[in-house]
């Protein structure tokens, strides 16, 4: 896999970690709700207000518990995701009604019945935080149908008249569909919450993108910039690694402008930066979060190039690279080739020193470079101008800046 490759796939990594805890969660929940149901429904077996053979008891109570035990296990082993529902929500209730009609069945009672329509109904529930009507109202339709044939079938052996189990069964309905269609109402409301989640995390990315990036090259701008130039001065300090800034200015630039137009000017910002873009290695970091990398626009024909865990010599190299890429071909625009060149300065961090000192050193190597004739480098820290993309000769060297 290469870099841009697993770069992509962390945020996806963790956004599937993130749904797999949450599906653990809902689970454990579900899995809490049933023990408390097997508590009461012991409670009431030992009362003999609820007939259960040991036996059966002990079988649904077991056979709950390794269900549950088993979806645990489902999840943890990431065999799930190869569902399309990942949650199987629906395969969970749908097992969850099953052991509520085995109850409903041998436990001929009464409370078995009321007892039977509360899990019916808390499962109903549970469902919304998944499933939708159209998913609902089969599970409702099974359960509730099963609830009414086990009723009429043992109807007489809980003492119930024809006319009492037809009421028992109209009410329950009725109850039964209201929940139903008030947990499909949260359903479509967890949907729709969801969705506008979606759309404010996508807003905000925008606006993000907008107060970090510049317009017309896509590139961070100068607030961005000063951000990652505090970043790596910390990482520099606590590390004790350097790291090189280069100042680049578009020579002549203005004259461009006027003789061709601004609409032309930008044709050249732009086909600048992919120039440069090109010459930057996978770590450098000209303003851009992608290993790739990018350039940082600091002003209008402006601009700065962050180099990290780099010396002094290799932000030469790069310098020379960049020079010898923008001045070895004319730039292609509508109007036609244009002619480019530029001139760099360049400064490495020194331990202890402000962000603005370090700028201001690249500043003036920048602005020494311009007064040598531009379309070469200046180093502040070992001074000396390379023209014309290394070619000629180099100028004698000067103090420090």
């Known amino acids: 896999m290469n870099l841009q490759a697993a770069v992509a796939t962390k945020p996806d990594a963790r956004r599937i970690a993130a749904a797999q805890r949450l599906r653990l969660r809902r689970l454990l929940l579900a899995s809490f709700g049933w023990l408390m149901y ?28 390794a269900v549950n035990l088993g979806f645990v296990v489902w999840i943890l082993s990431g065999l799930n995701l190869r ?14 009604i099953a052991f509520l009609l085995g109850l409903l069945w041998f436990a001929q009672t009464l409370l078995s019945q009321d007892f039977f329509l509360l899990g019916l109904i808390i499962t109903l529930l549970f469902g919304s935080l998944k499933l939708g009507l159209r998913e609902l109202v089969p599970i409702a339709v099974l359960g509730y149908g099963g609830y009414s044939a086990a009723f009429f079938l043992h109807s007489h052996e809980v003492g119930l008249t024809v006319h009492d189990s037809v009421a028992r069964i109209a009410m329950y309905g009725i109850l039964v569909a209201w929940v139903t269609f008030f947990a499909a109402y949260v359903s479509s409301l ?14 905000t990315k925008r606006l993000r993108e907008v107060a970090t990036h510049d317009g017309l ?22 590390a004790r690694s350097p790291f090189v ?8 630039f203005k004259r461009i402008n006027d003789t061709y137009g601004h609409a032309v000017g930008d044709e050249v910002l732009q086909q600048f930066v992919c120039r440069v873009s090109a010459e930057i290695r996978c770590i450098d970091r000209l303003g851009v979060d992608s290993p790739s990398g990018d350039c940082s626009r600091w002003g209008g024909e402006e601009f700065l190039l962050l ?19 923008v001045s070895g071909s004319p730039i292609p625009t509508s109007h036609g080739p244009i002619p480019l ?37 200046v180093l502040a820290d070992d001074p000396k101008s390379v023209p014309g993309g290394g070619k000629g000769m180099e100028n004698p060297r000067e103090t420090g800046v």
């Open 38 to 65: 097997l508590g009461i429904a012991a409670y009431f077996r030992s009362t003999g207000a609820l007939v259960l053979a040991p036996p059966i008891f002990v079988g649904i109570a077991f056979g709950v518990l």
């Open 83 to 96: 569902l399309r529902d990942p949650s199987f929500t629906g395969i969970h209730i749908s097992v969850a």
């Open 190 to 203: 967890r949907v729709r919450i969801a969705e506008r989640n979606r759309e404010l995390r996508e807003t």
């Open 217 to 238: 090259t896509g590139l961070y701008n100068r607030r961005r910039m000063d951000e990652l130039l505090y970043e790596e001065r910390d990482r520099a300090e606590r």
């Open 245 to 252: 800034v280069v100042m680049l200015d578009l020579d002549h």
């Open 307 to 325: 180099l990290g865990n780099t010396r002094i010599q290799g932000g030469a190299r790069v310098a020379e690279r960049i020079l010898r890429a």
């Open 341 to 377: 060149a530029v001139s760099a300065g360049l400064a490495c961090y020194r331990p202890g020193e402000s962000v603005d000192q370090l700028l201001r050193r690249a500043d003036a190597a920048l602005y020494r470079a311009k007064r040598k004739g531009r379309n070469c480098y």
